[in-house]
């Protein structure tokens, strides 16, 4: 009944930035913990940033400084704004509920590259 459809992923350069998007259909998660996600090829998926239902967030320690999560309740929309991107940082990209449902979006691709 939930969907969650991340966008904005894409190809850039190490140092450049990214925008992410995720659209929450089906639920209202305005008091709801949300969370953005990242799965590189081979490895496990792991939490990079949290955002609680005030707006507090809170960022894995690889990516603290460089990222921001944001939200818009209005919207029922949570963003991740990328700065000095790494090549380290390319991956699929995912949000959810913070702790997650079983059940994912199709991600949006970050690949940092020269």
């Known amino acids: 009944q939930v969907q969650l459809v991340e966008s904005g992923g894409g190809l850039v350069q190490p140092g450049g930035s990214l925008r992410l998007s995720c659209a929450a259909v089906?639920?209202?998660?305005?008091?709801?913990?949300m969370g953005w996600y990242r799965q590189a090829p081979g490895k496990q998926r792991d939490l990079v940033a949290r955002?609680?239902?005030?707006?507090?967030?809170n960022y894995a320690d690889s990516v603290k400084g460089r990222f921001t999560i944001s939200r818009d309740n209005a919207k029922n929309t949570v963003y991740l704004q990328m700065n000095s991107l790494k090549p380290e940082d390319t991956a699929v990209y995912y949000c959810?509920?913070?702790?997650?449902?079983?059940?994912w979006g199709q991600g949006t691709q970050v690949t940092v590259s020269s």
């Open positions: 955002i609680f239902s005030g707006g507090n967030p």
């Open positions: 959810n509920v913070f702790p997650p449902l079983t059940s």
């Open positions: 089906g639920r209202d998660f305005r008091f709801r913990t």
